[in-house]
């Protein structure tokens, strides 16, 4: 998937177009959980190391954490393809509970497919308390190949056409546990392993309702030229309209929103939801942009 990658990967690189650090606080700064996209891994100096530095010079003294899923980079870049969503959700629960510094709530930033995972921490795993969750260009459609195509990519996507809803393809691909097919709703809801389970779609589960709606903001950005995440208005929680596969609908015109299956209506009433977008590609902004609309939610 290597066109797809580097927009991962190399769009975080834009973070650093000048810019000083504007931002000071005290000891009583809010942690920060960050996880990353496909393709990218915690520690990336170009993007991931990048933004937790970035943030760590805006706010003095802020206590961030990067995840990394397995024991290494490399280990933690494949995990983003082919480790099980729901034992990556799991284990990372786990190390939030563990660390100490936490225990007084934290906010969390997600990209990409790392901002829909963090929304099922914050569903399924309710101590240590979330405060905000900021889902920067979050995806839950279907990858493209932008620019030249990849064998991987070109894998994926058949795998994901073909066969999203089989146990092995399940079971092995990440991108498939997040893949809800508009022309297949029986399959998807039978068989998704993850996104059907956290988008409520089998089943209400007031404890994920509950959850969902004790965070104080859930801030989702939509990136306007986005040429990896199809169908972009996911970013903001809408979907394809069912029976087809070319006009979609917003979060507020569907039946997740009008049922309130998640909460996110009544969230929405009491103003805990915000909608931002940025010009450019997936994952493409300035430090300028960044400090000036996400920065005042890490406070």
Known sequence: MTAALLCFLLAAPLLLVAGSPVHKSNNGTVPLVLWHGMGDSCC?????????KMIEEEISGIYVISLMIGKNVVQDTENGFFMDV??????????????PKLKGGYNAMGFSQGGQFLRAVAQRCPSPPMKN??????????????????????????????GAYTD????????AQYWHDPLNEDLYKTHSLFLADINQEKAVNETYRKNLQSLEKFVM?????????????????GFLKTGQAK???????????KEDRLGLA??????????????????????????????????
């Not at 990136?223 to 990896?228: E, P, R």
């Not at 940025?278 to 942009?289: A, K, N, V, Y």
């Open 44 to 52: 990336n100096p170009l993007s991931m190391g990048a933004i937790k």
């Open 86 to 99: 729901n034992e990556q959700v799991s284990m990372v629960c786990s190390q939030l509970a563990q660390d």
């Open 133 to 162: 969750l900021i889902s920067v260009g979050g995806v839950y459609g279907l990858p493209k190949c932008p620019g030249e195509s990849s064998h991987v990519c070109d894998m994926i996507r058949k795998a994901l056409n073909s």
């Open 168 to 175: 092995l393809v399940q079971k092995h691909l990440v991108q």
């Open 221 to 237: 950005v939509k990136f306007l030229q986005d040429s990896v995440v199809d169908p972009v208005d996911t970013e903001w929680f």
């Open 247 to 257: 006009e979609t609908e917003t979060l507020q015109e569907s039946v997740l929103y």
């Open 266 to 299: 009544a969230m929405d009433k009491v103003g805990k939801l915000a909608f931002l977008s940025s010009e450019g590609d997936h994952l493409q902004f300035t430090r300028e942009w960044f400090t000036e609309n996400l920065l005042p939610y890490l406070h």
